[in-house]
């Protein structure tokens, strides 16, 4: 009993076209020669957009995450009691916040 095999005779062919591009060691010849490899073919080019967001990331990685200065100030001020919440304003952002979300 036999066993045919079909369609694999495309792929394979079109792997072996793309590495006959390449340099190869034939057999018998000398190994002291590294074989070099083919130069690659594939790009990268970044949008504006992606561009600016490497940016953005390196600058960001550069920073501290909170300052400091300010978050001394404001230990100072509730440790003196000075420290007041204005509870209108903070309503006020949580509302314009729902808003932009709800959209």
Do not use: H, W
Request: net charge neutral; proline share 3%.
């Amino acid at each position: 009993m036999t066993n045919r095999i079909e369609g694999t005779a495309a792929p394979v062919s079109r792997a072996l076209a793309a590495v006959g591009t390449a340099q190869a060691g034939r057999a018998g010849e000398s190994r002291a020669r590294p074989i070099e490899a083919a130069a690659a073919a594939d790009s990268l080019r970044l949008t504006g957009e992606a561009t600016g967001l490497q940016t953005l990331q390196r600058d960001l990685a550069t920073k501290p995450a909170f300052d400091e200065a300010r978050v001394q100030a404001l230990r100072e001020s509730i440790a003196s009691g000075s420290y007041k919440v204005d509870a209108e304003a903070i309503a006020s952002r949580m509302l314009d916040l729902d808003a932009r979300l709800a959209g």
